[in-house]
C-alpha cells in the first residue's frame, strides 16, 4: 500500500466486506506477512502491482500464530514481528465452527490454515496470498486463487 494504514489498496476504494464486487478481497497467511522480512517480499506494493485496488483481511487465528511465532527468538521472530505490524493494515476477521465444519474437527479451535480455506470456501474472499505449499493446494483445491512468491521476490496469482 502507499503510505495508507487502512485495508485498501491504492487504488482508494471503499472498504468491501463482501467477496465477488468490484474490490477483490484478499486474505492474508501468516507466511505471506513474514515474506518482507523471510524472502524481501514488498508485500503491498507486489499487491498494489497485481491488482491495484483491493481490500485485506486476516483471521484472528492468523494473528495468533504470529503472536506465538514473534515471542521466540531469531529470525522467525523478526519475521513475525514485521508481520504482526502488517497485519495492521487489513481487517480482522473471525471464522466460527460452522463454517469450518468441512474442514477440521478440533473440538472449538480454529487453526489458521483452516481458517483461510473456510473464508476461500465459503466466498469470503476472492484471494489467499500465502507461501505455505500445502495450503496453497487446499486454497485451489476450493477453486480460489492464490497470490503467491514466485521467483525471488514477485508476487504471482495462481488460478485453480
Not at 485495508?7 to 478481497?25: F, K, L, M, Q
Not at 486474505?27 to 508485500?43: K, T, Y
Not at 472449538?108 to 493446494?137: K, Q, S
Amino acid at each position: 500500500m502507499t503510505g495508507s494504514d487502512d485495508s485498501s489498496g491504492s487504488g482508494g476504494a471503499d472498504e468491501n466486506p463482501e467477496a465477488g464486487t468490484s474490490t477483490p478481497v484478499l486474505a492474508l497467511d501468516a507466511s505471506a506477512l513474514m515474506a518482507p522480512v523471510e524472502a524481501n517480499v514488498r508485500l503491498f506494493e507486489e499487491l498494489d502491482r497485481l491488482l491495484g485496488t483491493y481490500e485485506t483481511v486476516v483471521p484472528g487465528s492468523v494473528l495468533s500464530e504470529l503472536e506465538g511465532l514473534a515471542s521466540g527468538a531469531g529470525t522467525a521472530a523478526t519475521a513475525a514481528s514485521v508481520g504482526e505490524d502488517l497485519a495492521t493494515r487489513a481487517r480482522t476477521v473471525e471464522v466460527d465452527d460452522s463454517e469450518e465444519a468441512g474442514e477440521i474437527d478440533d473440538g472449538g479451535d480454529t487453526y489458521a490454515d483452516d481458517a483461510l480455506v473456510a473464508l476461500a470456501r465459503t466466498g469470503r474472499v476472492d484471494y489467499v496470498v500465502t507461501n505455505d505449499r500445502p495450503l496453497i493446494e487446499r486454497v485451489l483445491d476450493a477453486d480460489t486463487p492464490v497470490i503467491c512468491l514466485r521467483g525471488r521476490n514477485t508476487l504471482a496469482i495462481t488460478e485453480p
